[in-house]
């Protein structure tokens, strides 16, 4: 995996262990692998193709580079997949391997997908998440969203236990 840009080698500056390309087709089976270990209902390669080939729609990919010198392969961390319509961005999806979680790699996505969301003249993201996601509902809240409305039953759960969605939105 190749950074796009010299820019994109450190996420934030602050982390060298984290770099980040485009996630295009080509790495649709990693994003896919990345996916399972984050949700039940995983997404396959051909879902993750078929969502990367609306228009509007991008995804980025999070990395730990390899070390060559030791024969160490990158590492895929997380993604994120995002979908825009015209002035508005929905994060379709985002995770994060659970080995590499709490060390800043969904903020990393986040703020990659608010810098080209920005560049794009977007001006409003929006997400849903289960209510009891308290990890995902603490990233996103720490990044600025704030709930905007509710979807009741919007999950269903093994039992067929339904689960309520909170809407969240970040203006930027
Ligand atoms: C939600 C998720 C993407 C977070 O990714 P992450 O890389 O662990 O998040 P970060 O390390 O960037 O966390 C940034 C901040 O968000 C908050 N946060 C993230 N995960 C948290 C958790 N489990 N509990 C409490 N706060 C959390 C913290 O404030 C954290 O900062 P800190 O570690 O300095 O305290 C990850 O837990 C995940 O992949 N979950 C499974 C998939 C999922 O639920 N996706 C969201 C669907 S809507």
Redesign the pocket.
Known sequence: MTPANPNDGSADGKNPQIALVPLTAAFASVASALHAK??DDAWDEDAIIRLLDVPGAFGILAYRPGDAAKNAEDQPL?FVLMQTVLDEAE?N????DPD?????????LLDAVTDRLQECGVNRIL????VD????I??YR?NGFSEVGRRKGYYARAGGRKVDALVLERLI
């Open positions: 984050g949700f997380g994060i999806t985002i995770t994060v590499a979680r709490r060390m800043g790699v969904g903020r990393a997400l849903e998440v289960a996601n308290d990890g995902a603490a990233l720490q």
